[in-house]
């Protein structure tokens, strides 16, 4: 079965400092990844998605197969960066499909000033 | 309103009570979704409708009773439910089945 680990609850740094939310996975094939971000008092959101390959607010996201990870990583936190972080998987063979995405518990990010 | 809108924000209920949670989306979305989440536990999917039809029971018990009249609307009805139902209920929607779920705020149930 597929299966989306966070291995950090909590995760706490200082602004302007590298963070790194950690993402492992467990699939057959080549999956497609996702971030959502919920921050306090919003509602939850899509951060980035692996195929789009892109830079949102400074966050980076590369699919290390060898690994089988997802990290996501911003060089320079910033405090607005503090809110709950889910890393997501869609189901094997759906091309993509949100229609049973697979999350994870999530990392709760503080970054302190 | 844009966006996905769910009511009530709150609810607290016993167990013998039937209440309905609902959703709306001006998105003009396809597909909606019902998630629940939970203290220590990820998001965990409950229903998926596609154009109006179910497309996902994530084995769900039957005392969580979906339905979706229109592409824009979903509500999940409850009845007999128990202390452990207790939860974030969200509403979601998407264009496509590969485009990126949108998200309510959320319904916070309370079953006393």
């Known amino acids: 079965a597929q299966r989306v680990t966070q291995p950090e609850k909590l995760l706490s740094v200082f602004k302007g400092a590298p963070v790194e939310l950690k993402c492992n996975y467990s699939?057959?094939?080549?999956?497609?990844l996702f971030w959502y971000v919920q921050y306090s008092r919003q509602r939850l959101q899509l951060l980035l998605r692996?195929?789009s390959r892109e830079s949102i607010k400074g966050f980076t996201a590369d699919l290390n197969k060898g690994e089988t990870s997802f990290h996501l990583k911003k060089p320079f936190a910033q405090e607005e960066d503090s809110a709950m972080y889910y890393c997501?998987?869609?189901?094997?063979?759906?091309?993509?499909?949100?229609?049973?995405?697979?999350f994870g518990k999530g990392t709760l990010l503080t970054v302190n000033p | 309103e844009t966006g996905v809108t769910q009511t009530p924000r709150h609810l607290v209920m016993g167990m013998t009570n039937k209440k309905s949670l609902k959703c709306e989306q001006h998105?003009?979305?396809?597909?909606m979704y019902w998630y629940k989440q939970s203290a220590k536990k990820p998001l965990e999917l409950m229903f998926v409708?596609?154009?109006?039809?179910?497309?996902e029971n994530n084995s769900v018990p039957s005392r969580f009773s979906p339905e979706c009249p229109n592409s824009s609307h979903l509500f999940l009805h409850l009845h007999t439910l128990q202390p452990e139902d207790s939860a974030l209920y969200l509403c979601?929607?998407?264009?496509?089945?590969?485009?990126?779920?949108?998200f309510g705020n959320g319904t916070r149930l309370t079953v006393t």
């Open positions: 409708y596609n154009f109006k039809e179910q497309t």
């Open positions: 979601a929607s998407s264009q496509v089945k590969n485009s990126p779920l949108h």
């Open positions: 997501a998987l869609p189901p094997l063979g759906s091309g993509g499909s949100n229609y049973k995405l697979t």
């Open positions: 699939y057959s094939g080549s999956p497609e």
């Open positions: 692996h195929i």
């Open positions: 998105l003009g979305h396809n597909a």
